[in-house]
């Protein structure tokens, strides 16, 4: 696990289209921001947060690349190959696809809130714990809907099959949060309790119990099923 773990960290910032990748996320993100008024820290925040499930189409296109790269390149089957276990294997693409896209999301949201706290101050939207809760839970959710993202990516393992089927549930995932009962459906999607965080109509424990429900549904369908499947050539 631990020679696993090493091997992927070290390709990912080896791979300069990673780089590429998190620089047009601080691009999109901060775009996002321009026509906006921010007069504190905590605003700066907000803001930024809920702007990451717009940014969450460049977490599809990291994944489809990184894991469908993983199969097509047979770096997967070397791990195989050499002794180490399957679950092993895709534990570690989850860590590292889970803590890379989390860098996606949260980098930008970081340095702006930093920046505008240090200038404008921290304000008065949140307490300063409340925005320290809002940033770890998060985390906590995204990580639950990258682990939905993962379980496609082992499902299809084909980059361009991936991107096309993440993209198409991360639209259909906006369509459901804009629509006529988009209240019922933010309760129970982890973008839709990542908004309702950050806007303080649920609770930590709600969050919570969905975010923890994905990672464990999620991650168990997907070691279950790479278990059983054909990793190919």
Known sequence: MKDILKSEFYQIRKDKKNLFILIVSLIIS???????????????L?????????????????????????????????????GHKRKDVVFAQSVVSILFSNLILILQPLIVTIIYTSIKG???????????????????????????IMFLAILLKKPGTILVASTALYFLTIFLLNSQKALSFAHILPLGQARLLIENTTGNIEALLVAISYLL?????TERYFEECEIGG
Not at 47 to 69: A, E, H, K, P, R
Not at 125 to 145: D, E, P
């Open 30 to 44: 901060s775009v996002l921001l321009l026509d906006r008024d921010i007069k504190d820290g905590a605003e700066a």
């Open 46 to 82: 907000y803001q930024t947060l809920y702007n990451t499930s717009l940014v969450f189409i460049v977490v599809n296109v990291f994944i489809s690349l990184y894991i469908g790269d993983n199969f097509s390149e047979r770096q997967i089957n070397r791990y195989i190959a050499s």
């Open 122 to 148: 921290w304000g008065q939207m949140y307490s300063l714990s409340q925005g320290i809760t809002i940033i770890l839970m998060s985390i906590l959710l995204n990580s639950a809907s990258i682990s939905v």
């Open 217 to 221: 549904i999620f991650n168990i369908l």
